[in-house]
Structure formats: structure tokens, C-alpha cells
């Protein structure tokens, strides 16, 4: 069985629309369950006129999916988005089918944006940096690694408390990896999406969620977490000025300057990355 769960904050003009392709995909047993982070909008009214269960929760995504994992009692729980707003294939189906066929314990819902000018520059310059550095054995997750389409085994999302905040993408695929779970990516078409801009907020988070993680497995010393709290902090301010109208290649010229920064040179030796491949 599975578990459909959409974490929603102030989505009341797309919700219905993630609802309804749950729903499509859904089979007998199935949940289609809309967690209403905080929001201040019709967001719960419009799920429940979808056909979603719809539960109040805690402002977070993170906190959003925590109180939904602690609810669910199903092999698989999958997680959309809310803000959905177009695109090719039902997600939801392809994320369902893809699990239920396969051998993996994760399914990564990869895509193409329906603006070809989207840039992801948190996942460019701050996670993908940090995650080969102090966790190589996550991998590649596709260019969406941080996606929030993705299925789950359940059993897996309940060997920690999930983090509440927008670093719970980025907590998963590291914690997966760490439990040896098979992940596979699979791609969900072109996808359109009402997105918001968080400032710097949410890199900061991501960042933050890696750097906590390689200090609590031991990859990283206590010591020397200033130094990388500096540079994801300058990191940060170097990213946050993006916008559409600065132009594309503006844009991109700073990112690239931005990942190609010196790292610390603290961190993990070579023969410690090598060896935190055989456990946890």
C-alpha cells in the first residue's frame, strides 16, 4: 500500500490540482493525505473539495512530513508537492508504478522545469559541494536531487525524526544512503510549478542539515565547523541576489564562481570517505 502525502503551506490556488493526481493513481488501501502547514489561506478547503484527507499540522515542510510519517501505515509513503501546476505525465502514477516494480527502497522523481531558464543554485553551488565532500556514497540523484516527488519505504523514514525544515530533502538522501537503501531516479516528464522564492533561507538550511550531519557520523570535527559555517554562510549571500531580470548568463557567471570557491581544508580524508562506505 502507499501513502500519497502532500505537505501544504498557502496552496490553495494548486493544491486540488496534486489532489487529483494522487487520486488518479491511487488504488484500494491507498491514502491521498494533504498535511495544512500553517497556512493562512483556503489551502485545507480546497484539498478537502479534491477528495484529500486533509490533517492541520505545523509550519515546515520538514514538521509537515513528520506528522504525516507518524500517521501512516503503509509499505511506501510518497511525497508531492503542492504546488504543481502543470505537467506531462501524473506524477504520483509514475512515482507508484516506479516503486512498486523495482527493487528500490527510494524512488527520486526527477524532471525538466517548463521554463527552460530555471536555474537550481542551491542545489548547484551549496548541496551538491558539500554532499561529495562529506557523503560521497549518496551519489547522483539526478539534477533535481533536493525534488519533492519521491517515494519512500516507510520503514526507512521512521529510523529518525525527520529535520522540520526545507534541509529534509537533503536529509533523506543522505540517511538513505547511510542505511545502504537502493535508490533510483526516474524521470517525471516536464513539470510546471508555482514557485516562491525563500531568500536565502532555504540554501541556508540545506547547507546547515549537511554540516550537522557529517558532525553527529564523525565526518566532521566540532572544531573546525566555524570554518564551513563561513562558507556556506558566504556561499549564501553569493546566491541570494539571483533574480530572473539580472539575465541568465549574469546569473550563471556567478554561480560559477560561487561553486568554484576553495573549501576548507578541513573534512574528511580520502581513506575516511572510503571506509564510511561500508557502514553507518
Request: glycine residues 10%.
Amino acid at each position: 500500500m502507499f501513502a500519497f502525502v502532500i505537505p501544504a503551506h498557502n496552496e490553495e490556488a494548486t493544491v486540488a490540482t496534486i489532489v487529483g493526481q494522487a487520486l488518479e493513481a491511487a488504488q484500494p488501501g491507498d491514502r491521498v493525505l494533504v498535511v495544512d502547514s500553517g497556512s493562512t489561506d483556503d489551502t485545507a478547503r480546497r484539498a478537502r473539495e479534491a477528495g484529500a484527507e486533509v490533517i492541520g499540522g505545523p509550519l515546515g515542510k520538514g514538521a509537515a512530513m513528520q506528522l504525516a510519517v507518524s500517521t501512516v501505515d503503509s509499505e511506501w509513503t510518497c511525497f508531492l508537492d503542492a504546488d504543481l501546476v502543470t505537467s506531462e505525465r501524473n506524477v504520483a502514477a509514475v512515482l507508484r508504478e516506479a516503486a512498486a516494480d523495482g527493487t528500490a527502497d527510494h524512488v527520486v522523481g526527477d524532471y525538466e522545469y517548463d521554463h527552460p531558464g530555471t536555474i537550481l543554485a542551491s542545489t548547484f553551488t551549496i548541496y551538491e559541494p558539500l554532499t561529495a565532500r562529506f557523503f560521497p556514497e549518496v551519489g547522483f540523484h539526478g539534477a533535481n536531487a533536493l525534488t519533492g516527488y519521491r517515494a519512500v519505504r516507510t520503514r526507512l523514514l521512521r529510523a529518525a525524526p525527520l529535520p522540520p525544515d526545507f534541509g529534509v530533502e537533503t536529509f533523506l538522501n543522505i540517511s538513505v544512503a547511510l542505511l545502504r537503501g537502493q535508490v533510483n531516479v526516474c524521470h517525471l516528464g516536464v513539470v510546471g510549478s508555482r514557485y516562491r522564492y525563500h531568500g536565502g533561507s532555504m540554501a541556508t538550511e540545506i547547507g546547515t542539515r549537511i554540516l550537522d550531519m557529517a558532525e553527529a557520523h564523525g565526518r566532521l570535527a566540532p572544531a573546525d565547523r566555524p570554518e564551513w559555517d563561513e562558507w556556506l554562510r558566504a556561499g549564501v549571500a553569493a546566491i541570494a541576489p539571483n533574480t530572473a531580470d539580472q539575465g541568465r548568463s549574469a546569473v550563471l557567471s556567478r554561480l560559477f564562481s560561487t561553486v568554484r570557491r576553495p573549501m576548507p581544508v578541513s573534512g574528511p580524508s580520502a581513506p575516511a570517505q572510503v571506509r564510511s562506505r561500508s557502514g553507518v
